[in-house]
């Protein structure tokens, strides 16, 4: 069973559309996050939700927009589609986000043509 | 602002030997985790450290946290080609829930 799953694995797509990646956790964790992985394999936090409540918003442009539905759901929604957007992004979540690691998704990866 | 640094970046070595990768923070955490991330994969989380002196083994791989002098390290003892792969820590921010730092990587290659 997939702990921690994105959709889609793969998304190709011209600039200036808008798009949206889910995640979902059966872990039955508290606290989902969005990290983005560049090029240079580089990894930085975007956002984070614990039981449904923004947490962690980072300095990300306001065309990113994530959505709890509920603790299990975290979804990215990215407006406007730029080239430097291109990128890896991964769902991650965590039970207690204190002292347990965060388990990752498999990551997305978004190519803007 | 919390920065983390690790090295080296890349690292080549034989099967057989051993190495050290480094991990320096910049400001006080007590939660330090190691990931390992294969070539178009996701992260595995390999180790997690929550207080000074805690060392932990896992096959061929040790790590240990220093907190005072904010250091971790991850030792590969008799390294084998199976643990070529990326090795990323990552340090607890004090401030926001959750929020980890991640240094920038160690590329791992193992020859034989």
């Known amino acids: 069973d997939t702990a921690v799953s994105q959709t889609p694995k793969y998304l190709v797509t011209q600039m200036g559309n808008d798009k949206s990646i889910k995640c979902e956790q059966n872990l039955g964790h508290d606290t989902m996050y969005w990290y983005k992985q560049d090029s240079k394999k580089f990894l930085k936090i975007m956002f984070s939700y614990n039981n449904k409540e923004l947490i962690i918003n980072e300095t990300v442009p306001n065309r990113f927009s994530p959505k709890s539905p509920d603790k299990a759901h975290l979804n990215l929604h990215i407006n406007s589609l730029e080239l430097g957007d291109s990128a890896v992004y991964f769902c991650?979540?965590?039970?207690?986000?204190?002292?347990?690691?965060?388990?990752f998704g498999d990551g997305t990866r978004l190519s803007i043509l | 602002e919390l920065k983390v640094e690790q090295n080296p970046l890349f690292l080549s070595m034989q099967e057989g030997k051993n190495y050290t990768i480094y991990c320096n923070y910049s400001t006080t955490s007590d939660r330090l985790y190691w990931y390992r991330q294969d070539p178009g994969k996701s992260l595995e989380s390999l180790f997690v450290?929550?207080?000074?002196?805690a060392v932990k083994q896992e096959g061929r791989l040790m790590a240990s946290l220093d907190t005072k002098a904010r250091l971790s390290t991850l030792h590969i003892t008799a390294a084998v080609h199976d643990l070529s792969a990326t090795y990323f820590c990552?340090?607890?921010?004090?401030?926001?829930?959750?929020?980890?730092?991640f240094g920038k990587g160690t590329k791992l290659s193992v020859k034989p």
């Open positions: 991650a979540s965590s039970q207690d986000w204190r002292n347990q690691p965060q388990h």
């Open positions: 450290l929550l207080s000074n002196g």
């Open positions: 990552a340090v607890g921010g004090g401030g926001s829930q959750g929020n980890l730092i």
